[in-house]
Structures are given as structure tokens and as C-alpha cells.
């Protein structure tokens, strides 16, 4: 049967991604452009349009050029399309099956992938085509695996592998994946951590930049003000919460590189859901931190205790630190059920929230008014202030007898058991000296000497752990009497407060219980016990 000749009008598709190969992009294109080209007049066919994506992934259709192409095929424009191969026109074997075997013939339009054989006229060749799509999507994984690996192992090595530096630092001129301290810009970075740990929010911080016109991120690391702002010159200083947000909970200021925030679901689903800050994988110390790590951590406390009392203006400074000293639970805040007064602290309590969702079968109420709480934890800090202004070692040698995890007998005897340890590491040093001299001299069989020296490595190595175990746990012991003071020395400047904020309670103290109150002798006793950091619960 003789085929009927037919007029083309043919369009060229070219395509070529970053993971394509190690051929230089536009070389690459321009071959294909050339080799297509000739194919073309060599048929004798009217070239409609060329269509270029270059740059872009075969996995994903969602392309320029692609999408030009397509709505010239509805307008009628074209009714042939030239690739040099299959993977040129895409590497997911499903969506490029659609187009090959459902969207062109439905359009009466002729596909030809020249290196591969396929021509939508040739069913025999056609039939291959899906197997050549599979084997192309299989590279594509395979290349993505690789791509992927590749840069977790640099960022498991600390190397930043970002396009551009976060706002505060550069890259290094002499390692790209190294970043360093911007210090134009640092001090707002620094500024930004101050008010945060001074108790401000969020958006308070926001409104302070923009109303001191600081510039905003995105116009520091923007060449062209102009047309990115559209010419208008407070756009560029102001500041949104996210803005603030980000460098707020970024470790990228405390050192520390955060990685697979939003890692893609998939190879062929490219939809980057948002994980939560515990999710995401750090890599600690791998630069020169703006923010001291403890400060870093000091503002996430901060600002998730940062909440407001749904009844009232009354600032919860106490959440995340004040727990039921029975159940363990969170105590969530209640307004008081009396006449409202002027102040709202004192029409707040707290209680526990496990008997506030399960009722008494869970818990009990331990109910607290804010104002007592506020009471005790002040005095208790301005008290222990004022003993270590006073007498530091004397309030160090209380707090130490609280805390100690050995006594003092257990640390003598640990010190007395790593002496003899050692000393018994010193005499196998010289049995193995002897024993040497002694299969040197012929006075030891080889067998025998390694017997002996099979025998004593083993009790080496033996020694050699314990005395690992009885220094880590002097070094524990030496560690406590180190926080000791650096609480100490942290304290001594509440001896005078006379107001507690977030910034206190949470560089002091670790939490709080609330006991459920007794009635004695007609009188309602009830026990708030204050866990510290570093030093626990003094009394």
C-alpha cells in the first residue's frame, strides 16, 4: 500500500536539564537544534516554530516552552513534532505515554523521536516506545538519587549549600560553602534576638524596624531597589512577621546549618509541605554564630511562652514552665469567678489541664490565683539573689549538698578505685616490657608468649573502660559544682528586681509544681516547689 504524502507543519522541541549530562547547556541545544533542523528539510516539511526548555527537569511538563507548544497544537498550528529522542520530550513514562499514545493522535498529530526510531506512523516502532519511556524515567530516578545523595553527604559534612546566604552573612570568597559574618547587617540581627529576649513579640519587633527604617531583607539582598519595590522607597523597610519570624527560629544564627525544612514528597510530586522546627536535620557548629547558642535557645523558649490568656489581657509568662506536681500535666490559666478588679492578674488562677479535660476521674483542680504564684516566685528569686550576694559560697555549699549525685565518700572511693586502676596499667606495661626481653632471649616460647600477651591486652582494654566510667562520672560530679556557679552567678542580678517577665523564668528556672492545696488547722496550706536550672529544687 503506498502511503499518502501529507504537508507538515513540524515543530522542533528541544529540552535540556542540569542532570542531563555534563555537556554545557547551550551547546547542547544548539546540537539538537542543528541535527533536528536538517531532519526537517531533509523531509521536505515546513518548520512551524522552534520550542526551547532549556534548563528545565524531563520529569516535569509544567514547562514554557512545552505549554507554547501544546496551545499552538489546539490552534492548529502544528500537526508534526520533531524530538531528537523520547527523553527529550519527557522522562515520566506515564505523562510522556499520555501524550504519545492518547493527547497527539487525538489531535492527528505525527510524533517523531529521530535517535529512537519512534514515529507515531510506524506502529511496530510505536510499540517500543513506552519500554524506552520506562528505561528513561529509570535514569531519571537514578540521577536523582545520586543528585540527592551527593548534597546530603556536603550538607552532612556542614557545607551550606544554599543559592545565596541567609540575611545576616555572605558566603566566603574563598568557600562558597562556607558562610561568614555579614557585619553590615549582623547588628540588626543582633537587635532583633535583644527585644526578643527582652519579652517582646513578634510583631512589636516588626513595627520597631519599619518605624526605624531599617531595611528588610529582601531589599538588602536585592541589586535592583527600584524595579523591585516599584519605585516605592517605604517598601523597602518594611518589615513582615515572617521576616522576623525566620531569623528568630533560624539555627543558622547560632551556628548551626538546618537542613530538610521542606524536603519534596516525591520524585514526580514537587509539593514541599512545611515540617516543624524539631524535624528538621541540624548540623551543629559549622560556622560563626551571630547569637550565642544558649541566647538562641533562651528566645524559643520565649516565644512559645509568649501566649495571652483567652480571658483576659493577662500575659501567661509561666507557660511551658508551670506543671501539676501530681499528674505531671500542664496548668492552663481560668478567670477567677469573683467581681472583676482593675488589675488582671488578679482576676486569673491557674489549674491542672488534665482534670480540666477528664475531670476528677484524671486529677484535681490544684488550683493557684496568678497573683500568689507571681508572689512566691519573685520572692523566692530576689531571696536566693540576695544569699548569693551575700555569701556565695555558703548558698553553693547548700545548693551542692542538694545535688550531688555521689557523696562525698562515693567520690573518694572513686578517685582511691581510679588510682589503682592505673597503677595496675602501669604494671602490666612493664610485664609486657619483660615479656618482650623474654622472647627475645629465648626464655618464652612463641606460644606461650602469645598466650600471655592475648591475656593481659584483654585486661587492658578492661582497665582501660573503667577508668573511661569513673572519670566520666567525676567529670559529672565536677560538672554540677560548675553549673552551681554559673547559676550562682546568674541570680545575683534578680537580687533587686521587683517585677518577673519571661526573660527571668525562663533563663532560671526549669519548671515549677503546683501541689493541690490542705486545709490545716483551718487554714489552706499549699506547696509551690521551683526546679532551677542547672541546680534543681534548692528547697
Known amino acids: 500500500m503506498i502511503r499518502q504524502q501529507r504537508e507538515y507543519n513540524t515543530a522542533i522541541y528541544c529540552r535540556l536539564s542540569k542532570d542531563d549530562g555534563k555537556v554545557t547547556e547551550s551547546s547542547s541545544i544548539q546540537t539538537q537544534k542543528e541535527m533536528l533542523t536538517q531532519y526537517v528539510r531533509q523531509q521536505g516539511w515546513k518548520i512551524a516554530d522552534i520550542y526551547i526548555d532549556d ?66 506512523l510506524d506502529a511496530i516502532n510505536t510499540d517500543l516506545a513506552p519500554f524506552k519511556n520506562i528505561l528513561n524515567e529509570m535514569y ?19 557545607k551550606f549549600l544554599g543559592t545565596s546566604a541567609p ?49 528588610r531583607p529582601g531589599a538588602y539582598s536585592c541589586n535592583n531597589y527600584d524595579r523591585y519595590f516599584d519605585g516605592v522607597e517605604d517598601k523597602r523597610y518594611v518589615w513582615s512577621n515572617n521576616s522576623v519570624r525566620d531569623i528568630l527560629r533560624n539555627p543558622v ?63 501567661n509568662i509561666f507557660s511551658g514552665i508551670i506543671k501539676c506536681a501530681d499528674c505531671g500535666y500542664a496548668m492552663r490559666t481560668s478567670s477567677a469567678k469573683r467581681r472583676k478588679r ?17 475531670g476528677k476521674k484524671a486529677c484535681s483542680q490544684h488550683w493557684i490565683e496568678a497573683r500568689d504564684l507571681h508572689t ?60 618482650y626481653e623474654d622472647r627475645a632471649t629465648k626464655k618464652i616460647s612463641d606460644r606461650n608468649f602469645t598466650v600471655m600477651t592475648e591475656k593481659y591486652e584483654l585486661e587492658q582494654t578492661q582497665l582501660d573502660e573503667k577508668i573511661k566510667q569513673i572519670e566520666g562520672s567525676l567529670s559529672e560530679s565536677q560538672k554540677s559544682s560548675d553549673d552551681t556557679k554559673s547559676w550562682i552567678k546568674m541570680i545575683k542580678q534578680y537580687a533587686d528586681t521587683i517585677e518577673l517577665d519571661a526573660v527571668m523564668l525562663n533563663e ?27 541546680v534543681g529544687c534548692i528547697e
Not at 509539593?271 to 551571630?290: F, G, Q
Not at 548558698?395 to 567520690?411: D, H, M, P, W
Not at 526549669?510 to 536550672?533: A, H, L, M, N, W
Request: overall charge positive; glycine content about 6%.
Open 342 to 358: 482593675p488589675e488582671p492578674i488578679d482576676n486569673i488562677g491557674y489549674f491542672c489541664n488534665n482534670y480540666g479535660i477528664y
Open 55 to 120: 534548563g528545565f527537569s524531563g520529569l516535569d511538563f509544567d514547562r514554557p516552552d512545552f505549554k507554547r507548544m501544546l496551545q499552538d497544537i489546539e490552534d492548529g498550528k502544528i500537526n508534526c513534532i520533531v524530538t531528537k529522542d523520547l527523553s527529550r520530550l519527557g522522562r515520566n513514562y506515564l505523562e510522556a505515554g499520555a501524550y504519545i499514545e492518547v493527547y497527539f493522535p487525538e489531535r492527528s498529530v505525527r510524533y517523531i523521536a529521530v535517535n529512537d526510531g519512534v514515529d507515531t
Open 508 to 534: 532560671l528556672i526549669e519548671k515549677i509544681t503546683i501541689s493541690e492545696p490542705e486545709i490545716i488547722d483551718g487554714e489552706r496550706i499549699q506547696t509551690v516547689s521551683i526546679f532551677y536550672k542547672f
Open 167 to 215: 540575611y545576616g552573612y555572605k558566603k566566603s570568597t574563598e568557600n562558597k560553602h562556607l558562610l561568614i559574618i555579614d557585619e553590615e547587617v549582623a547588628p540588626v540581627v543582633r537587635r532583633i534576638f535583644a527585644l526578643a529576649k527582652q519579652g517582646l513579640g513578634i510583631a512589636r519587633i516588626r513595627q520597631i524596624l519599619t518605624d526605624e527604617k531599617v531595611m
Open 376 to 435: 512566691v516566685v519573685l520572692e523566692d528569686i530576689r531571696k536566693h539573689a540576695k544569699m548569693a550576694l551575700k555569701d556565695d559560697g555558703k548558698l553553693a555549699k547548700r545548693i551542692a549538698e542538694r545535688i550531688s549525685s555521689q557523696s562525698k565518700a562515693e567520690v573518694v572511693n572513686l578517685m582511691k578505685e581510679q588510682r589503682r586502676l592505673k597503677a595496675r596499667l602501669a604494671e602490666i606495661d612493664k610485664i609486657f616490657s619483660q615479656l
Open 140 to 158: 531519571a530516578r537514578d540521577v536523582s538519587r545520586k543528585v540527592k545523595s551527593a548534597r546530603k553527604t556536603r550538607f552532612m559534612q556542614g
Open 253 to 315: 544564627y547560632a551556628g548551626h546549618l538546618a537542613g530538610y525544612k521542606r524536603p519534596a514528597i516525591s520524585m514526580k510530586n514537587q509539593k514541599r509541605p512545611c515540617r516543624l522546627p524539631e524535624e528538621w536535620v541540624v548540623i551543629e557548629n559549622t560556622h560563626e554564630p551571630i547569637i550565642l547558642p544558649e541566647e538562641f535557645e533562651l528566645v524559643q523558649k520565649l516565644i512559645t511562652s509568649r501566649r495571652k490568656s483567652t480571658q483576659s489581657e493577662y500575659e
